[in-house]
C-alpha cells in the first residue's frame, strides 16, 4: 500500500517470509500472480461480510440501507477500491490483466449492484418503469460518484456523505414497498448470488484458500 507494485520485489516477499525466492515461486510463478491473489482474497473478504451482515439482518437488503453498507465496505478495502478506480500505482500491471476485469465483473462493488438489481425490481424494492440497463447504468453513477467524491474524507463527511447517498438510490430506485415475505425473498436471493460469485472469484486463486 505504501510503495505500489513496483516498489515490491519477490525477494523482498521471500525475505519477510523467511523463505527463498524459489520457495515462492513454487506457489506463485510470477509478481503479478501474487498481486492477484492478493486482490482477490480483498474482493472475497469484502464479499463474506456483506454475506455475513445480511445473513444477520434481511432488512440491509434494502437499496437505502445497502448501498451506504456497500460504500462503506468498498473503503475499508484497498484493494477492491484500487482495482475499481484503475489506481495503475498500486496495482501496476493488474490494471490491465484480464483476470482483473474477471474480478471486477463478479465481486466489484459496481458489480454487486448490477446483479442485485434485478433482485430488488422482483422484490418490490426498486421501480421498473425503466430498463435494467439504463437503471443500472444510473446507479453505477451514483456508486461511483459517492466513492470519487469521499475519497480520502474525514470520517464525519463520509458518515454525511452516506445519508445523502442513502436519500439519493431511493429517490432513483423509488419507495421500497416490500412487506417482510419480500425483504426475505430477496435477501435470499441476494445471499445466493454472492456465493455464486464468490466461487468464480476463488477460482481465480492461484493458491486455494484452506477449507
Not at 66 to 71: R, Y
Not at 99 to 122: H, M, Q, Y
Not at 145 to 172: C, I, K, Q
Request: aromatic content about 4%; hydrophobic content about 45%; some cysteine.
Amino acid at each position: 500500500m505504501a510503495r505500489g507494485s513496483k516498489g515490491v520485489t519477490i525477494a523482498e516477499v521471500a525475505r519477510k517470509g523467511h523463505t527463498g525466492k524459489g520457495t515462492v515461486y513454487l506457489y506463485w510463478k510470477t509478481k503479478e500472480d501474487l498481486l492477484l491473489d492478493l486482490v482477490c482474497r480483498d474482493f472475497l473478504d469484502l464479499a463474506g461480510e456483506l454475506a455475513e451482515l445480511l445473513a444477520g439482518d434481511h432488512e440491509l437488503i434494502r437499496p437505502s440501507r445497502l448501498c451506504p453498507a456497500l460504500l462503506d465496505l468498498a473503503r475499508a478495502h484497498p484493494y477492491v477500491d484500487a482495482l475499481r478506480s484503475n489506481d495503475a500505482e498500486l496495482l501496476g500491471v493488474l490494471t490491465t490483466d484480464v483476470r482483473s476485469a474477471t474480478l471486477l465483473d463478479a465481486l466489484g462493488p459496481d458489480a454487486l449492484v448490477r446483479r442485485i438489481l434485478p433482485i430488488w425490481r422482483t422484490n418490490l424494492l426498486a421501480r421498473t418503469d425503466w430498463t435494467v440497463a439504463d437503471q443500472t447504468q444510473a446507479v453505477n453513477f451514483l456508486f461511483s460518484g459517492v466513492m470519487t467524491s469521499t475519497a480520502g474524507a474525514s470520517p464525519e463527511a463520509v458518515r454525511d456523505s452516506n445519508r445523502v447517498a442513502a436519500g439519493a438510490f431511493t429517490a432513483l430506485l423509488g419507495p421500497e414497498e416490500a412487506g417482510p415475505k419480500d425483504v426475505r425473498a430477496a435477501a435470499e436471493a441476494a445471499l445466493a448470488a454472492l456465493a455464486e460469485q464468490r466461487a468464480a472469484v476463488t477460482n481465480l486463486l492461484s493458491q486455494p484458500i484452506p477449507a
